[in-house]
């Protein structure tokens, strides 16, 4: 039965995030297309912390627990942790035939309807890889919406940015089929952090097992991995960017808020370089690049990403 794999990852969710003794109120956000025959999707979110809120966006394939390392080290705010559309315990939206422009909908349509769900006029947002990809493309337009951006780790279809191996491989025709029927391993998942650029903390135990016994269950007992690789498919094709995806350097230059770049060194989808040079384009933007951090770099160093970010956020002291 489908309900036996939900409970087994739930119990997972609940360790992982017991581990770092954070509680959590879930909310279920009803979601409709406009425009469209489909029934609308449940997505969820958890919440943790109270006072002014961020919302945080996860990255693909992934879910919004693999947040709890930095969101345990800012209980002063309300983290609205998003399950992004088939991902965890969301409901999967149909990216047949996929394009940026309706991507970018679906992601204004999705946040916009968060901040109506919490009562909210505007946000502050943290988010990584492909769900910084999707913040960038609504804070192009929607920048009247959100406060602050921060972005953990290089976005996704950055221009110079690269896919690696283990992408490539999962993106391959016949076996982007496969692999979510194939149970993954906590070794072979330790093989992909690895590639992702997160060897020096796994190494030495700073990437706690909490977290890998929860990615492993996120990746085993949902259709996170299925719905993700029918999403990445679209922009990252046979494993090649599509150039319809890209987010270009003209773009990135067009967003004026105030945004906070945390870079990992280690990289494996876009080095310091590329990374200087975003930062370099825009007008009110700030970055930070971190030792032995790779494409999550908060998981390395969740205390000093949540220092960093205070300090960031210090003069959003209202409510929104």
Not at 5 to 24: C, G, K, M, T
Not at 233 to 260: M, Q, W
Request: glycine share 8%.
């Amino acid at each position: 039965m489908r309900d036996q794999p939900i409970h087994r990852y739930r119990v997972s969710e609940n360790a992982f995030y017991e581990a770092y003794q954070l509680d959590s109120r879930e909310h279920i956000i009803r979601i409709k297309e406009p425009g469209t025959s489909e029934p609308g999707i449940n997505l969820r979110a958890l919440v943790t912390g109270q006072g002014p809120s961020l919302l945080f966006i996860h990255g693909a394939p992934g879910a919004g627990a693999m947040w709890a390392p930095l969101v345990s080290c800012l209980p002063e705010y309300q983290c609205i942790i998003l399950d992004r559309p088939g991902c965890g315990l969301s409901d999967p939206l149909g990216y047949k035939h996929l394009t940026k422009k309706r991507l970018t909908k679906l992601i204004v349509l999705i946040i916009d309807q968060v901040l109506r769900h919490f009562n909210l006029d505007m946000i502050s947002v943290v988010a990584s890889s492909f769900g910084g990809y999707l913040a960038m493309l609504y804070a192009l337009e929607k920048p009247d919406k959100i406060n602050k951006l921060v972005l953990e780790g290089s976005p996704a279809m950055v221009e110079s940015s690269r896919i690696p191996f283990f992408m490539k491989m999962m993106l391959t025709p016949g076996i982007k089929w496969m692999a979510p029927k194939l149970p993954i391993t906590k070794f072979i998942f330790r093989k992909i952090m690895k590639e992702m650029g997160h060897g020096y903390s796994l190494d030495l135990q700073i990437i706690p097992g909490a977290f890998i016994d929860w990615y492993v269950s996120l990746f085993n007992h949902t259709a996170t991995q299925k719905n993700d690789i029918a999403l990445i498919s679209n922009a990252v094709p046979g494993g090649k960017l599509n150039t319809e995806f890209v987010l270009y350097d003209h773009e990135i230059e067009r967003v004026c808020l105030p945004v906070l770049w945390l870079w990992g060194n280690d990289d494996a989808f876009a080095g310091p370089g590329v990374g200087q040079r975003i930062h370099s384009k825009m007008k009110n933007s700030s970055i930070l690049f971190f030792e032995n951090s790779g494409h999550l770099p908060w998981l390395d160093q969740p205390e000093r990403h949540a220092a960093v970010i205070k300090s960031f956020f210090q003069t959003l002291l209202r409510r929104v």
